[in-house]
């Protein structure tokens, strides 16, 4: 998709017997159809297939991974249109002025990826080129080739998996389904299973009411199922947990029921709400064990860091930040059930880069349950993949990891994130080459079954 | 400044391609003026501009680096001249005789850049060259241009920051700011704010009667407000903190008062001993916000491991050792309440390296007053530089840093550190350059203000 | 050794200037003899010097590396022959047919090197060459030229250690030392010095028995040093320690004694059953200092993971994870005590690689007695030992390192380890080199020294 100013050759080894091994094996799969079993880009994006909005709306105020440098940068919030309806053109602008300040981030990255690969647009964003650049992208966003789902065609999207709430009735992947589009939702229950979330209660009874369940623990866990069930007549392959900490806990069913009581109630301490969200993380890996859901851990971020911040714009607003991660304790009530169960499958993701080769790749190289989940946010660039890839590949190989996840909620960064990540593989492969570690034909089935038999098999697609 | 035998292109990366872009970067800011804005040289060295002593007491005496690793290889630190009055012949020839032990290492790297780049002596340290070098290095230091102030002069050094005592009088640097000498000093409380310090009753009631202030927390912050003020009349910029935990905390006034007075009594218990830290921390911040000093955070270095080496030796000798840090949780009580404020500077500095990816770039990435410190101590080296621009460039780009810091007491070392951490951001964007990930116009821009702009924006220089 | 299909150049460098430095450093020492001071590799395989019984069992069965990633990928351990006898064909097919998942580990390139370099095989390892493979290793493995002895002179070997119980009497070190073989035994105490192990009393009572010492703390401090006394004098130049953390406390000789019938009667918690491990740690220190014995200390393991699988299959058998380990404070006792004598020397070894740059190399470059343990289990892999020479190396530089270790009860995997080793070292000095860091002849010097002088003098060999 790149036009001419992009080097076609960009992210790959720079040493020209690694480069041109690279370019090889990134050519076997830079057309290859996109598989995206995680993300967050709405499923009636598609559904109702509107024209988007205007470029900041598109490209700026909803990606924290913008919003958040600019604000660093002394930019405020609501200058951004993040929770205010600023002028676009002006949001376009000021992000342009400060555009320099994104070289050599990966939100920069993607941002050109997107202007050329998407747009065509290969004139560099300053100051100066602002206006164009906008009115260029106005021009195309009008036509009918720019909506949602001629994107998603022209994207070469098999499969793209949303992050909804158990509630969901999931009408819009129902329908899209129909018409052929793969939308498939993923269950993430987050704030019915944390007794420390914001109206923990009140989720907790529309769950139960919604599935006529007793307030009971075992009510509970199957109003659970019941919605569970829901999502894999949907389609759902996956079930999605953003944890604080990667902590499981195996209580008896009366200590359970005793404690869901206290939770309920509002009278468990932060120790016993700490407590009961693992034994909730343990009894969705029973659940997983049922129904096949596989189960995404996403562990380890301080969420909501600036309470001024959150309170004036709301979560997802750029100020989660990681936090040292351990799973081998924290896991272990879990694996001790279900760890050797082969059909469970349960994909571990990190901020902190410290856990990949330290527990990680070890874990997930002995327990069949466990695979090795992509680098995530803050490590879905381009260094810190290669950094991921030498880290876990010596103990764990290639065929443990979960293939590339974008995770994304901006869906025209959809592509140059796959891109990049199939980039970053090519060199690493084409360096384990250069180096006499594998041979070409080695490299050149494991670059195949990186962006297909891989995640097809983790994700049960 | 090099003579022959150094490679012109050292440190630079070595394939073709890289190395080439590399250098002309490289060659734009190579000759630039040094900003200094945090290290340890004594005013007194210039104000009094004596000439050096002798090359071991020069070179290697005072020099920690140095030192440490040649008593761990079992020389003891008397024989080095550390608290004796060794020969400084026998000294520079033990040197001599373990140079090779310092072969990869920063210090070694740095001490042949020093005999090179300012002595102009190219010949390879070694048993049999030790006297010829020692001599060599002794009539230089005879004659005027090895004075401090000449070579301040040919080092091309612009500002010079020392840090300082709270109760110094600051007379040098006021002497050689009249004579034009950039040289301002740097206000580090430590020993004042931290009571399981040495003397730490005996600190305070010396910085209440420097500023005839009452024995209670509000006449003690009013003194500490007193000396700052001092040191900006100085031209200091900055506050210097060094803690073993970057942790903050946030007081009501009573709470404050009575643990003050706890704590000067000698009745604190190590909690809260820690949490008096935790809340002066804070308060240094209330007051930056005041006074506009930027404020440095070295935090996570566990202080004089060796308790027969810190009582025969003093601190300072070689074995303060990195323990594992964390910032997210602890400076959060600080950055609830001064994180959004613009104009507050805060530079977090770590020896733990896996802060970088994990919560240096993500919170510098996010608040305002926040800035990634260089790399520091142990990891101010070429390697460990490369590392760290790898780690927090791709969430935060380059302007979220601090630009490089030498932080030594070795003065004739800031030219070899400086051309190092240039000779490294040329290497680290010379890459990017290759691997298409920014343009050739972007990396010269960012080598330019890597030296100028962005350190002169977060000191306020 | 290698054939023809294996690329003569693997592992190193891929640029051409340093591929041709490595090249001419690996070529110095590529077959220098195999010091090998810490192993798990059994004496009576040389004693008794019988033929290997078959591929499975050689190669496979006993290489928890191995097993494990299969294990991981769906293949039970008892399909692998792991505490059953699988017919050792089945269980090479299996192997053969998963081979492609070993593609990039360190695993998949030893037993590769092993084909290539031990049995001549260069054939590429498939479900199709499986069979002709096997056969072509139980031919060669019924000839005299693949008994154990003879592998041990065709590989170079010169010292092989092994690692032993405190109570073993050692007599096939002492049979094979009479006839020339140099097989030295390590102290290996963990399970009489840890109350939680499994037996610790019978553990302690059969010590006791056997050294005719009293119950009492002195006592059992009598009988270690016996046994102790016994290694020395078969030539034992080593202790080793795996903690799960390296902790250490310096009690009083009552509150030892006391503290030693408590664990004894089995009436101590937690707490103080990981209070007598750390004292004991600490006087295993003192015991070095007397006897002169290199302490081996392998941290921060959580041992056998997986209960089931530790119940069916018993310990080693993949499901030791690595856990975040810090040094510093826990360590700090016993340096108090003994870290500046100059003739005690204590290997570190982690497999939580954060503490390289952060804890070993700056401790390790200060005391006199510690060293830097060579990377470790899961980090011994090429890249890994890439990542770690970067780590330790500018500030503690070559010579407090511990030269390589193979760690290995692989007997055929030694050969391989230590050439990974040689060759990843040749290319970190090459790049040192081309970088202008280090001279050529620096390079070639330690390039020498990390295969010979070095682990002599560490090992005391």
């Known amino acids: 998709m790149p036009g001419q100013r992009r080097d076609p050759d960009r992210l790959l080894p720079t040493g020209s017997a690694a480069r041109s091994i690279a370019r090889g094996l990134y050519e076997r799969v830079a057309d290859r159809a996109i598989l995206s079993p995680h993300g967050h880009v709405p499923a009636t994006l598609l559904s109702e297939d509107a024209a988007f909005p205007d470029p900041a709306r598109l490209l700026v105020v909803g990606d924290h991974y913008l919003t958040r440098l600019l604000h660093a940068s002394g930019v405020p919030l609501d200058a ?56 260029g992208i106005v021009t195309r966003l009008a036509t009918p080739e720019f909506r949602p789902r001629a994107l998603f065609r022209r994207f070469g999207i098999e499969v793209l998996t949303t992050t909804d709430d158990p509630l969901d009735d999931l009408g819009p992947h129902a329908a899209l389904q129909r018409e052929g589009y793969r939308v498939l939702p993923t269950f993430r229950p987050d704030r019915y299973l944390d007794p420390s979330a914001a109206d923990f209660g009140t989720n907790v009874e529309a769950l139960l009411g919604a599935t006529a369940a007793p307030t009971t623990f075992t009510g509970y866990l199957s109003a659970l199922q019941t919605r569970r069930r829901h999502f894999v007549e949907h389609g759902a392959v996956a079930t999605d947990h953003g944890v604080a900490e990667p902590l499981t806990a195996d209580l008896d069913t009366s200590d359970a029921e005793a404690l869901f009581q206290d939770v309920l109630a509002g009278r468990a301490g932060a120790d016993r709400q700490r407590l009961f969200r693992a034994h909730m993380l343990l009894q969705m890996a029973r659940m997983s064990v049922e ?101 876990v590949t010596e103990t764990a190989g290639f065929y443990k990891g979960s293939g590339f996840i974008d995770d994304t909620r901006a869906f025209l960064s959809i592509p140059a994130r796959h891109d990049t990540a199939r980039r970053a593989d090519a060199g690493y492969l084409a360096r384990l080459v250069t180096e006499g570690r594998i041979t070409l034909a080695a490299a050149e089935r494991i670059a195949d079954d990186l962006v297909d038999a891989i995640p097809r098999g983790v994700f049960k697609l």
Do not use: K, Q
Request: aromatic share 12%; glycine share 8%; hydrophobic share 45%.
């Open 80 to 135: 951004l249109g993040v929770g205010t309806d600023a002028d676009p053109r002006e949001v376009w602008r000021t992000v342009a002025a400060h555009w320099h300040r994104f070289a050599g981030t990966a939100t920069g990255y993607w941002l050109e990826e997107e202007l050329a690969g998407v747009f065509g647009i290969e004139e560099e964003l300053t100051a100066t080129s602002a206006d164009a650049i906008y009115d």
């Open 291 to 391: 129904d096949g859901l596989v189960m995404c851990i996403h562990a380890g971020v301080f969420r909501n860091h600036s309470t001024t911040t959150l309170e004036r714009f709301g979560p997802d607003t750029g100020h989660d930040i990681p936090v040292p991660t351990t799973f081998v304790a924290g896991l272990r009530p879990l694996l001790e059930r279900y760890g050797l169960e082969r059909d469970l499958h349960i994909v571990l993701f990190t901020v902190d880069e410290t856990t990949f080769s330290r527990e990680i790749a070890p874990l997930a190289g002995f327990y069949p349950s466990l695979y090795i989940g992509a680098p995530w946010w803050f490590l879905d660039a381009p260094d810190a993949m290669a950094r991921f890839r030498s880290a």
